[in-house]
């Protein structure tokens, strides 16, 4: 630490003090010379001087030298923290207050022993329009514009996705601070992150999907836990998630599993500082929006188990959807009565409500403004701005999010994309816009901010940021971060042992055949991947085994590669293999497995691990996906596959369109069987549906192990049937016999199904199906079935006339096809 120390004390020889009043001291802006400023930020930060950008990153950099009165638990004085010349500290009965307002008095809501709700209305009795409607924006911290954006347009909420390591974070987020705590109130910002992990930001960030696979709720709530210390050490305040709630997301199909990662992922997250605001409300992340998901079924009860299950577990914050539908299939549920109600009034959600990012336009998939019906009739369309905004606020959003803001809103159809608190302003003027709404949004946000305590201590501890983030030995050398080793080796090592946990934990083995994997460790290998950075990686550290290692297929005992997609490099690939006669092994690294990649593969790994930085950018040149020495450490044994596919995986890309999206476990199925499955999930909403009743490629569930074998048994051999109604003369006069004659029988050149019981009494596992007629092979299929269950095996054959002995697993029968 004596090097990290020497450096920061470097740093505050540039102390930030005179940057707040770089451009002269701070002064209350009339409404004239602040509804000047139209400039559009977004475009600003894109054409800035490179010059002036890179100089406000390095003042924001520094360290801002802020002062800290401690704690006292025996006179019961709480911790501030402040920029000694910017705000003066008042006593009172022997105890130390900031005067916020710098008007040498002690006001109510800069009094710390008094209730929240009394401090915020004070607060909000001394703002202007202005002030107040600053509030209820949460926009993009572009470092060019940032400390603007808090003097011009009295924004300070800022969503935070920029990279860098814990000391230049931390002392970016404290610089923005200091430019919030200049200003004439002395409002303290809230920083949100679309990232639930930046502490090294652009380096490594939470891992969606793999939260899911690895179906391990203890793992996401001891990573979670980390997560949100670390994020609340660096200055973060809210991260926008989790965002995997609905059934068909990153966490699967499962409520139950859904329910339970998402309740353990906020408790962690939020028990030592970090707020949760989970994402979007009602519904995407999944297959589709909450509207284009529903079915004839119309379900979303088990849509909201996931909902319910991380309001339980206290989520903060929720941020709604732009753009797609709620419950009344009719219009952005910012404007849906319906679905803004269930949340605040079914669910009693109270927290704060943040719109997505472009709240006033339809988004990337309906670029242009809102439109529609409400289900009050009301053309969205025709409406103003103003009502727009009062309607939202209204309905219970109280923040809207952007990357672009002006006050100019004369043009607005024109960019609906940005947000405008001008029309805000002049609505509350017009009387278009009514105070109480804007004073009960005002109200949430505010709560949250005294709540958190962040009038009193905003700033954050820059040393003890880089202790709980970093490892001792970069913490006392913080040296640049060039290579995934470097990453690994000045990260937390509890956290990386957690995170290299979660990559094996997460890896599915789909199939296995003869026992390829583990590799043994005297196979010549030939190994190839799609990236780069990961082919070096992993020859590197299957040559540190002492594993022979040889330049064409040709020389291997076994292939291995490792594709992000299955396009033309790796069919090649795959065809070269084949070619050689070599066994495969086949890494499918973030796309999902698939019939052709199954059938071609003696050995199937899928990893959905991903760390790269979720929104912003990710540092080039790093592997983010799973790390090529437990990539490798996986291939050897050293470590096992433990994941499960939490998400069917349909046969085709029609059937995966037919299946209800709202629904799970009807890949495949028929109407009469996905009847049921809707049935099953009627009767309890909260439980997983059968994952054996529909037809998928791979199921629910399911995922191999080393070593374990399955155990398969046919039985119920079924082939399709005419029926004959026959009458004969009975034994006594006039009487009839009737009886029904089953014939096995089916018509020449047209399709026809057989069916079989599949029963796995071993661990889960993969065959391929065959069905012979007359000793020969006429269909296939793959059929994946998890240990101790069972499936339908159903095949569609089409024979010519004749009469056929048909084979299925051992079991045999006759048919005469006609």
């Not at 638990?73 to 710098?102: H, R, W």
């Not at 020389?555 to 992000?564: N, Y």
């Not at 020969?776 to 499936?791: F, Y």
């Amino acid at each position: 630490m004596k090097k990290l120390s020497l450096f920061l004390a470097l740093l505050m020889m540039f102390s930030c003090i005179g940057g707040v009043f770089a451009e002269g001291p701070p002064s209350e802006e009339t409404e004239e010379s602040t509804t000047s400023a139209a400039d559009d930020l977004q475009i600003r930060f894109q054409e800035a001087d490179p010059e002036a950008t890179a100089a406000e990153k390095a003042f924001l950099e520094q360290d801002c030298g802020y002062a800290v009165i401690e704690a006292d638990e025996a006179s019961g004085q709480v911790k501030l923290s402040y920029i000694d010349g910017v705000t003066p500290i008042l006593e009172v009965n022997g105890l130390k207050f900031k005067d916020m307002n710098k008007n040498g008095e002690l006001d109510v809501y800069e009094d710390w022993r008094l209730e929240t709700d009394a401090r915020v209305a004070d607060l909000i009795s001394q703002m202007t329009p202005q002030e107040e409607v600053g509030l209820l924006f949460c926009v993009n911290t572009q470092l060019v514009d940032a400390r603007k954006m808090v003097r011009e347009y009295y924004l300070t909420c800022q969503l935070f996705n920029l990279n860098g390591t814990p000391i230049t974070i931390t002392n970016t987020l404290n610089n923005l601070q200091a430019s919030a705590e200049a200003e004439r109130l002395g409002v303290p910002m809230v920083f949100t992150s679309d990232r639930e992990y930046n502490s090294f930001g652009g380096y490594i960030d939470k891992a969606h999907n793999a939260f899911g696979n690895a179906y391990d709720p203890e793992l996401a709530y001891a990573l979670a836990s980390f997560y949100g210390k670390a994020m609340a050490a660096i200055g973060i305040h809210v991260t926008f998630e989790p965002y995997a709630n609905e059934i068909g997301a990153q966490y699967g199909e499962n409520p139950e599993l859904i329910g339970a990662i998402i309740f353990k992922e906020i408790r962690g997250l939020q028990e030592n500082g970090l707020s949760s605001c989970t994402k979007h409300w009602i519904g995407r992340g999944g297959d589709s929006s909450f509207g284009k998901a529903r079915s004839v079924a119309q379900n979303f009860k088990n849509w909201l188990v996931g909902w319910k299950a991380a309001l339980d577990a206290g989520a903060e914050w929720v941020m709604t959807n732009c753009g797609g539908t709620g419950l009344d299939n009719t219009v952005d549920v910012k404007w849906d009565k319906t679905t803004m109600g269930y949340l605040r009034n079914v669910l009693g959600f109270d927290g704060v409500v943040v719109t997505d990012w472009w709240s006033m336009g339809g988004g990337p998939q309906n670029p242009g403004r809102m439109n529609g019906i409400t289900a009050e009739g009301v053309d969205l369309g025709a409406q103003t701005l103003a009502w727009l905004y009062n309607e939202a606020l209204l309905n219970g959003t109280d923040m809207f999010g952007s990357g672009r803001i002006t006050y100019d809103y004369s043009e607005w159809e024109k960019s609906p994309s940005a947000n405008y608190p001008g029309a805000i302003i002049d609505g509350l003027a017009s009387g278009e816009i009514d105070k109480a709404n804007v004073d009960k949004a005002a109200t949430r946000i505010l709560r949250f901010k005294f709540n958190k305590g962040l009038f009193e201590n905003p700033y954050r501890d820059v040393a003890a940021a880089v202790e709980l983030t970093a490892s001792a030995e970069w913490a006392a050398n913080p040296t640049p971060i060039t290579t995934n080793e470097e990453l690994r080796a000045a990260r937390n090592p509890y956290e990386v042992e957690l995170t290299e946990r979660l990559q094996a934990k997460s890896a599915v083995l789909v199939k296995n055949d003869n026992d390829l994997l583990p590799l043994a460790a005297d196979a010549k290998v030939y190994i190839v991947s799609s990236n780069s950075s990961a082919d070096a990686g992993y020859k590197k550290y299957i040559a540190e085994k002492g594993a022979v290692l040889v330049e064409t297929m040709g020389e291997a005992d076994v292939v291995v590669g490792d594709f992000s997609s299955i396009n033309d490099a790796a069919e090649l690939f795959i065809d070269d293999a084949h070619d050689a006669g070599k066994p495969i092994v086949l890494t499918l690294n973030n796309t999902k497995p698939t019939q052709y990649t199954i059938e071609s593969a003696d050995a199937l790994l899928y990893l959905s691990y991903n760390q790269s930085a979720d929104h912003g950018s990710t540092e080039a040149g790093f592997v983010t996906t799973t790390s090529p020495w437990v990539y490798v450490d996986l291939l050897y044994g050293v470590v096992e596959p433990g994941g499960i596919i939490t998400k069917e995986i349909a046969r085709s890309e029609f059937e995966d369109a037919a299946q209800w999206k709202d629904l799970a476990g009807d890949q495949g199925a028929s109407p009469y069987v996905r009847l049921m499955v809707q049935a099953t999930m009627e009767d309890n909403e909260n439980s997983a549906s059968p994952s054996n009743w529909g037809d998928p490629l791979v199921t629910y569930q399911y995922g191999m192990s080393y070593g374990a074998q399955p155990d398969f048994k046919y039985s119920c051999l079924i082939l399709p049937i005419s029926q004959e109604r026959i009458e004969e003369e009975g034994s006594s006069p006039g009487s009839i016999n009737v009886s029904i004659v089953n014939t096995q029988t089916a018509k020449a050149g047209e399709p026809f199904m057989i069916y079989a019981l599949l029963r796995n009494n071993g661990a889960d596992g993969i065959t391929t199906a065959q069905a012979k007629a007359n000793g020969a092979v006429v269909a296939e299929k793959i059929m994946t079935v998890e240990g101790g269950s069972w499936r339908v095996l159903q095949m569609e054959l089409t024979l010519e006339a004749g009469e056929y002995t048909i084979e299925v697993g051992g079991l045999t029968d006759t048919i005469v096809i006609e």
